[in-house]
C-alpha cells in the first residue's frame, strides 16, 4: 500500500469540562478502508467534524499531502478531497439525480442569465452511473429511487468533487441485507480505483467484510487498531466495550406457551395478491427477517392499526378481533415500537415523562385532568428500570442518543400490560451497549409471558436474539427457521425467495 | 406563567407607561374601561384560534363568522321575535357546526387548513351581505332586550371602575381554556397532535378527533364572541363587520407565543397578546397619530417582538449549548447540525 496522503497526528478536542478527542491519531493511504468504530459517545463524529473541517482542534497535526497545519477549513477539506456521506441523507427529494449531484454547482450558461446548462449536467453524470453501476437514469426523479439508490446518488457527488476520501457515517443502517451487500461491492469498487473510504458503523459483520483495517475510539482515544488479520467480531467488541461479551443469545426461562398472536392470510395494500401467515406465541421472541420492503413494515403497520387490512383475520388468544385504529391495538395489549423513532416514536422537544404516559394518559386522569405527580412517578420508576440514561425525567427526550431514545420508545409500552410487542427495527441507530440492555429487556419481557415479534435487518440481531425465525420475500412468509437452523446464509436464501434445503436437525 | 408570558407583561407595562406619561388620559377611567372591552371581545375569538394554531392549524374565517352570525343574530331575535336564549343556543350551535365542517374537511378529506378556511373566509361574508342584501342589520326604535343588553354588553361597578362584562366573560373562557390545554388529557393530545400528529397516532391517540373537536372549539368560541360584538356594536354592516379580526387573533397567538408550527402556546400568553395589541390600538389614538397607520404600528410592533423572541431563544440556545458540552453530550450530536452552524 502506498504512503498515507492524510495524517491526523495526536489530534484532541476538548469542550469545557469534557475530552472529547484524547491525542488521536489515524492515517489513511489512497485505496484503503478504514473502519472506525466505537459506541455512540466515543468520539467518532467529532473526529470526523475535525476532518470535515467543522470542529478546529484544540491540539495536534492534520497534515495532507505532506503539509501539516493545525486544523482545515471546511474549503480545504474538500480542496484535500475529503467527502461525506452522511447517515440522514442530504438529498433533495424534487430535484432529479444530476440535479442533486450538482446542486450548487450547476454548469451554466447564458451569460449573466445563468441558466442551467441541462445538456452539460446529465452529460457530466452519465460516467458516474457507469462508475457505481447504477440502475437508474440521470434524470430519474430522486423521489423515486430507494434508500440506497439515493446513497449512490450521494456517494456520486463526492466523487464528482474529485473525492479521494469518502466518509461513510453508518452508511447501512437503513439498507436490506441486498443492497448492504450491494454497497459493499461499491465499496470494492471505489477502493480500486484508489478512493479511500472511512467506514463508520455498528455491524460489525460489515466490517469483516470491507475493511482492510479496523480502528477503534473508546472515550476520546484509540483504544486499539485491528490488522485485516486480526479482524474478528470478538476483538472488535472487546475492544469497544472494554470487555468480553458474552454470545447475544439468552434462552427463555421457560418454553414458549400458546399461540397469542395469530396472523392469518393477512393481506396489505403494498401487496395484494400475497398473504401472510404466522403466529407468535407466549414467550417467545418471533424474529421477522427478510429484504427491506419485503412487507413487514407494512404487516406491523396493518396489524398496529395504522392501515386497514385488505383481507385476512387476526387472533388474539384465539379469539378473532377487528382492528381499526391504533387505539383499538392498544386496547386489546398489541403494541408496536415504530421502525422510524423520530418521526412516529417519540414527541422530540418533549420531556422523557410526557413521552411515557401520552399512550396511556387516561390512566392518569382525574376528573378530567392530568395526575402529574404519579405521571412523574412512573417515568422515575421506568427511567430506573430501563436504565435511560438523562439527568431528569423533564429532559426532552430530543437531547438523549439514539439508545436513550428508544429505551423511552420502549418504556411507553412497558408502563401498560403488553400482551404483544412488535418492535421494527429496535435497535438502529443505538450503540453496542444500549443494544445489550434492550435484548435484555426483550428477553424479561417474553420470561414475563409476552409474545415479541421483532423486525429486524440487522443480521447479528436477527440471528442472535430470535427464538424462531420468521422470513418474509415480497408480501409473503417464504419460510420459518428453527435455532437449530439459524444461520446468515438459511435466511438470506429465504429473504431472496429461494428455499432452503431440507437438513436434518 | 413561563418567562415568554413576563416578558410580554413587561412589554405591556413598558408601552403602558410610555402612553400614560405622553398623555395620561389613557388612565382615565373611562379609557380603560373601553380598551378593557376592546380585550374582552377581541380575547374570545384569540383563544379560539389558539386552540387550531395550537395543533399545528390556521383559522381564516373568524372575521366572517363573527359577521354571519352577527347578521343571524339580531335577525332572529329583532325580525324573528326567538326569545334571545333560544337564539344564543341556535348561534352557538352554527359556530360549533361550522367548527365540525372545517375539522371533518381538514381530516377526512385531507384539505389543507389554510385552503379551507380561506374558502369559508369568503364563503360566510358573501354569504352575510347575501342574506342583508348588503344592507345593515341591526335593532329597530324600540326592539329592546334589557336582559341581553346587559349581559353581554353591560358594565358593573367595581369598586368604582367600570367593568365591562365581555371582560368577565372573557376571564371565564380563558380560565376554562387554560385548565383544558394546560392541565387536562384532551389538552395534552391536543399539543402532541400539533407536535407531531404521526406520533400522536402511533400512541393511540385518534388525531381525527382531537383535530375536528379542536376546530369545533374554535367555532363555539367564536360564535360566542360574534354574539357579544353584534350586542355591542349594534349594528352590523355585513361588508365590513368583523374583517381581519382572524389577523388580531392569529397575531395575539403568535405575539403569545404560539408558533404556526403548531405544538407550542400558552393561554395566558395569548391574552396578554390581546392586551398588548389593544394597547397599541389605544396608542394610536391617544398620541395623535393618524388612524390610517393603525396597522402598521401593529405590524411594526409585532415584528419586533418576534425578533427580540427569536434573539433571546438563540441566545438562550447558545448558553444551553455551552452547558450541553459540558454535560459531554457534545460528540453524540448529528454532523450536519454544526454544519449549519
Same mark, same amino acid.
Given at each position: ?332 395489549? @398489541?403494541?408496536?415500537?415504530? !421502525?422510524?423513532?423520530? #418521526?412516529?416514536?417519540?414527541? +422530540?422537544? /418533549?420531556?422523557?415523562?410526557?413521552? =411515557? &404516559? ?96 421483532? @423486525?429486524?435487518?440487522?443480521? !447479528?440481531?436477527?440471528? #442472535?436474539?430470535?427464538?424462531? +425465525?420468521? /422470513?418474509?420475500?415480497?408480501?409473503? =412468509? &417464504? ?27 | ?341
Amino acid at each position: 500500500m502506498s504512503e498515507p496522503f492524510l495524517e491526523l497526528i495526536d489530534i484532541s478536542k476538548s469542550y469545557p469540562g469534557v475530552v472529547a478527542l484524547d491525542h488521536v491519531g489515524l492515517q489513511v493511504s489512497p485505496g484503503e478502508v478504514v473502519a472506525l468504530i466505537g459506541e455512540n459517545g466515543a468520539g467518532k463524529s467529532t473526529l470526523m467534524r475535525v476532518l470535515g473541517g467543522v470542529v478546529e482542534p484544540s491540539g495536534g497535526v492534520i497534515r495532507v499531502d505532506g503539509t501539516a497545519r493545525s486544523s482545515l477549513t471546511v474549503a480545504d477539506a474538500i480542496k484535500a478531497g475529503i467527502a461525506f456521506v452522511h447517515q440522514e441523507l442530504n438529498l433533495f427529494d424534487n430535484l432529479d439525480v444530476a440535479g442533486n449531484v450538482f446542486i450548487g454547482r450547476e454548469p451554466v450558461q447564458g451569460g449573466p442569465l445563468r441558466l442551467i446548462d441541462r445538456k452539460r449536467m446529465y452529460a457530466d453524470v452519465a460516467p458516474l452511473l457507469e462508475r457505481l453501476g447504477c440502475d437508474f437514469a440521470a434524470d430519474a426523479p430522486l423521489a423515486e429511487l430507494s434508500l440506497a439508490q439515493r446513497q449512490l446518488v450521494e456517494i456520486m457527488k463526492a466523487l464528482s468533487l474529485d473525492a479521494r476520501l469518502v466518509i461513510m457515517d453508518e452508511p447501512t443502517s437503513s439498507l436490506t441485507l441486498a443492497e448492504t451487500d450491494r454497497l459493499m461491492r461499491t465499496v470494492a469498487g471505489l477502493k480500486a480505483h484508489g478512493v479511500s473510504i472511512i467506514f463508520i458503523t455498528h455491524r460489525l459483520n460489515e466490517v469483516m467484510q470491507c475493511a482492510d483495517r479496523a480502528v477503534v475510539l473508546r472515550d476520546g482515544r484509540v483504544v486499539g487498531a485491528l490488522t485485516r488479520a486480526e479482524l474478528s467480531p470478538a476483538a472488535m467488541i472487546r475492544l469497544m466495550i472494554g470487555r468480553d461479551l458474552k454470545s447475544l443469545y439468552v434462552p427463555p426461562a421457560a418454553p414458549p406457551g400458546d399461540s397469542v398472536l395469530e396472523i392469518v392470510d393477512a393481506v396489505t395494500d403494498t401487496y395484494p395478491g400475497r398473504a401472510v401467515s404466522l403466529s407468535v406465541r407466549r414467550g417467545e421472541i418471533l424474529g421477522l427477517a427478510g429484504l427491506v420492503g419485503s412487507g413487514r413494515t407494512e404487516l406491523s403497520r396493518a396489524v398496529f392499526g395504522i392501515d386497514r387490512l385488505r383481507g385476512g383475520t387476526i387472533r388474539l388468544d384465539g379469539e378473532p378481533i377487528r382492528i381499526a385504529s391504533p387505539r383499538a391495538a392498544i386496547e386489546q395489549g @398489541i403494541y408496536l415500537v415504530p !421502525e422510524d423513532r423520530k #418521526g412516529a416514536g417519540l414527541l +422530540l422537544d /418533549v420531556s422523557i415523562t410526557e413521552n =411515557i &404516559s401520552l399512550p396511556d394518559l387516561a390512566s392518569y386522569m382525574r376528573f378530567w385532568l392530568v395526575d402529574t405527580e404519579r405521571e412523574n412517578e412512573n417515568a422515575v420508576r421506568q427511567r430506573e428500570r430501563l436504565k435511560i440514561r438523562a439527568p431528569d425525567v423533564r429532559t426532552a427526550v430530543g437531547s438523549l442518543s439514539g439508545g436513550n431514545q428508544q429505551k423511552v420508545v420502549l418504556a411507553k409500552w412497558l408502563s401498560m400490560r403488553p400482551k404483544v410487542l412488535i418492535v421494527d427495527e429496535p435497535t438502529r441507530g443505538v450503540d453496542v451497549g444500549a443494544k445489550q440492555e434492550i435484548y435484555g429487556m426483550l428477553r424479561r419481557l417474553t420470561d414475563a409471558g409476552v409474545a415479541i415479534l421483532m @423486525i429486524s435487518s440487522d443480521m !447479528e440481531e436477527v440471528i #442472535g436474539v430470535s427464538d424462531r +425465525l420468521a /422470513v418474509m420475500h415480497e408480501g409473503a =412468509i &417464504s419460510g420459518f427457521l428453527d435455532r437449530s437452523q439459524f444461520s446468515e446464509h438459511n435466511v438470506l436464501q429465504l429473504a431472496v425467495g429461494h428455499t432452503i434445503e431440507a437438513e436434518g436437525p | 406563567m413561563s418567562k415568554k408570558d413576563l416578558s410580554l407583561l413587561v412589554l405591556i407595562l413598558v408601552v403602558g407607561t410610555v402612553v400614560a406619561l405622553i398623555n395620561p388620559r389613557f388612565l382615565f377611567v373611562g379609557n380603560l374601561s373601553n380598551t378593557a372591552n376592546q380585550i374582552g371581545l377581541f380575547g374570545i375569538f384569540s383563544i379560539a384560534e389558539a386552540f387550531i394554531i395550537i395543533i399545528g392549524g390556521i383559522e381564516l374565517s373568524v372575521g366572517s363568522v363573527i359577521a354571519l352570525l352577527g347578521v343571524l343574530f339580531i335577525d332572529l331575535i329583532v325580525n324573528h321575535d326567538v326569545n334571545w336564549v333560544v337564539a344564543l343556543a341556535m348561534i352557538v350551535a352554527a359556530g360549533l357546526a361550522i367548527g365540525l365542517v372545517h375539522g371533518t374537511l381538514v381530516t377526512r378529506m385531507r384539505i389543507q387548513a389554510f385552503v379551507v378556511t380561506l374558502c369559508g373566509l369568503l364563503i360566510y361574508r358573501g354569504a352575510a351581505r347575501y342574506y342583508t342584501e348588503d344592507a345593515t342589520a341591526g335593532f329597530g326604535f324600540g326592539a329592546s332586550f334589557p336582559m341581553l343588553e346587559w349581559l353581554a354588553a353591560g358594565r358593573t361597578n367595581i369598586l368604582g371602575f367600570p367593568l365591562p362584562h365581555s371582560v368577565v366573560a372573557l376571564a371565564v373562557v380563558a380560565v376554562i381554556a387554560w385548565v383544558v390545554l394546560h392541565r387536562s388529557v384532551f389538552g395534552r393530545y391536543l399539543f402532541a397532535v400539533g407536535k407531531n400528529e404521526e406520533a400522536a397516532r402511533y400512541s393511540g391517540i385518534r388525531t381525527n378527533r382531537v383535530i375536528i373537536s379542536a376546530y369545533v372549539i374554535c367555532g363555539g368560541l367564536t360564535a360566542f364572541s360574534a354574539i357579544l360584538i353584534a350586542m355591542y356594536t349594534r349594528s352590523i354592516s355585513p361588508a365590513v363587520h368583523g374583517s381581519f379580526y382572524e389577523l388580531y387573533a392569529i397575531a395575539a397567538a403568535v405575539l403569545g407565543g404560539c408558533s404556526l408550527r403548531g405544538g407550542e402556546g400558552s393561554i395566558i400568553g395569548v391574552v396578554l397578546g390581546t392586551v398588548l395589541l389593544q394597547v397599541l390600538q389605544n396608542l394610536v389614538n391617544l398620541l395623535g397619530i393618524p388612524s390610517s397607520l393603525n396597522f402598521a404600528v401593529m405590524g411594526t410592533v409585532i415584528l419586533v417582538g418576534v425578533l427580540g423572541d427569536q434573539y433571546l431563544v438563540q441566545r438562550r440556545q447558545r448558553v444551553g449549548v455551552a452547558k450541553g458540552r459540558e454535560q459531554a453530550s457534545v460528540a453524540a450530536a448529528p454532523l450536519e447540525r454544526v454544519k449549519v452552524e
